[in-house]
């Protein structure tokens, strides 16, 4: 067992036999550095696993406190009362709850703003530069040039060597042959988890988490274990070692790279470290890739297929965040899976291509599509930090927000007493698309901390939505 491990089951056995209750303050860092023996870092970084499982809560310039919420019964009806001390080590089956499906319902109604949703605002998207790729294609299938508008089952071909070799700024070497293109990101999520599982089967997936991702596991009839996503650290290679020791696990669903709901990237050292150990255990990875080309910064967060030699993730990726959610085009890079996915897309969608990816294969063609990604990216940037600094300016005191690397979510923890689910309900009353911390658990922990979308462009009404959301944080506090 790790040292850091050690010191985890030391707190968990503290909160389990009373000695540390709900609400205690935990020893100093100094402290549990001379109780368990190790070093002050090792016990940093327990600390920091412990906070992320919602087992600690970290006050400023005060150390870590017991969650309120240790111990207590799962509100939603169908989850099972659980400890949270010991809630990374339990598999439990996953129901999507009513709220859940409320916020789904709420997407489509214009008239709420939707700091909520899990695509970006449209507003970002180049629709009508595409739509022109679109009628050029179509009038060359009228005309004498022909196209091929069925195409395989491993999609438009022109598509599939486009993304291969866009693939190279990524660090990763593929064909074209190596690309199976899907109706959506979902459709590419689902033909993974039905190859690598079968109803009852442990899946590993992150907390927090992107919720759509338990209807997929949910309508599979999976159970899932969750691995804490720290908000500044990201994954935790050493625990998710630990975890996939203890656990008969089928297969994982992992995001690293521009994390949702966090925004945060796990580094390399640690990508690496959990790639290799996936190859020893010849456990295969489910990797949504889907926020990979909205970094930040100039080059490319890490991502698992980048050192996957051996085959064993498979990468999920979507044309929803880049170009538009509405077309419908996802892809897979499915490694030595390959064989498998193609036979079940054969199964389910025997054809697959058509206009719509050989208009996107001819935008991207013409250069126009990184054009339009950098543009895309500076104007991401924009947007989170004005949205940051307004969180800053109107949210209570205490509230602490994750440094996303890329993407548009941004993960923010309020006061400790903090009720999100209560302020949600409310939110969306008043015509805000507010996602509550639970939301993203399968064993709804965070409940005290709630995702934002913060693509949206900051107007003067969408500024004051933000800032009706810092008084509800006063409110349910």
């Not at 400790?416 to 399968?442: E, H, K, M, Y």
């Not at 965070?446 to 009706?468: D, H, M, Q, V």
Request: with cysteine; proline share 6%; glycine share 10%.
């Amino acid at each position: 067992m790790k040292r850091s491990e050690g010191v985890v089951h030391l707190v968990r056995q503290l909160i389990d036999s009373g000695t540390l209750a709900p609400g205690a303050k935990a020893p100093s860092v100094r402290q549990m550095s001379r109780i368990a023996g190790c070093s002050m870092s090792t016990v940093h970084h327990a600390y920091g696993l412990l906070e992320s499982a919602g087992v600690f809560v970290a006050l400023p310039r005060s150390g870590f406190y017991i969650d309120e919420g240790v111990g207590r019964p799962c509100r939603s009806a169908g989850a099972e009362a659980a400890s949270s001390a010991a809630s990374c080590e339990v598999a439990r089956e996953i129901s999507i709850s009513a709220l859940t499906l409320r916020l789904f319902a709420s997407w489509s109604n214009s008239e709420i703003q939707q700091f909520g949703a899990i695509y970006a605002s449209t507003d970002l998207f180049p629709v009508e530069d595409v739509n022109r790729h679109f009628r050029r294609v179509l009038r060359n299938c009228n005309g004498s040039k022909g196209a091929d508008t069925a195409s395989s089952t491993q999609g438009d071909p022109a598509l599939r060597e486009t993304l291969a070799r866009r693939y190279v700024e990524h660090g990763v070497a593929l064909s074209a042959n190596d690309i199976v293109l899907t109706a959506g990101g979902m459709h590419a999520l689902n033909l993974c988890i039905n190859i690598l599982t079968k109803p009852g089967d442990i899946v590993l997936i992150e907390s927090p988490t992107m919720f759509p991702v338990f209807t997929a596991l949910e309508h599979r009839g999976l159970r899932a274990i969750e691995i804490p996503y720290s908000p500044r650290h990201g994954l935790d290679p050493d625990q998710f070692e630990y975890l996939t020791d203890r656990h008969e696990i089928r297969a994982c669903v992992l995001m690293p790279t521009h994390q949702y709901p966090t925004g945060v990237s796990t580094p390399e050292s640690a990508v690496r470290k959990i790639v290799e150990i996936a190859r020893r255990k010849n456990l295969p990875i489910i990797e949504n890739g889907g926020y990979m080309d909205l970094q930040y910064g100039k080059s490319c967060a890490p991502t698992l297929k980048r050192f996957d030699e051996a085959g064993l993730v498979l990468q999920v990726g979507s044309f929803s965040n880049t170009l538009a959610p509405g077309y419908g085009i996802g892809w897979l890079v499915p490694g030595r899976f390959r064989e498998k996915i193609v036979q079940m897309k054969f199964a389910s969608n025997l054809l697959s291509g058509g206009i719509f990816q050989r208009a996107v294969a001819d935008y991207m063609h013409s250069g126009n599509f990184n054009r339009h990604l950098r543009n895309l990216r500076g104007k991401l940037l924009a947007r989170m930090e004005h949205g940051i600094g307004l969180i800053g300016r109107y949210f209570p005191a205490g509230c602490r927000v994750a440094k996303p690397s890329g993407g548009f979510m941004c993960w923010v923890e309020g006061p400790p007493g903090f009720d999100s689910i209560a302020a949600c309900r409310d939110a969306l009353a008043r015509g805000v698309g507010l996602p509550p911390g639970p939301l993203f658990s399968v064993r709804e922990a965070f409940r005290n901390y709630i995702g934002l979308n913060l693509s949206f462009p900051w107007t003067a009404e969408a500024e004051a939505r933000l800032k009706a959301i810092g008084e509800l944080i006063r409110e349910y506090s």
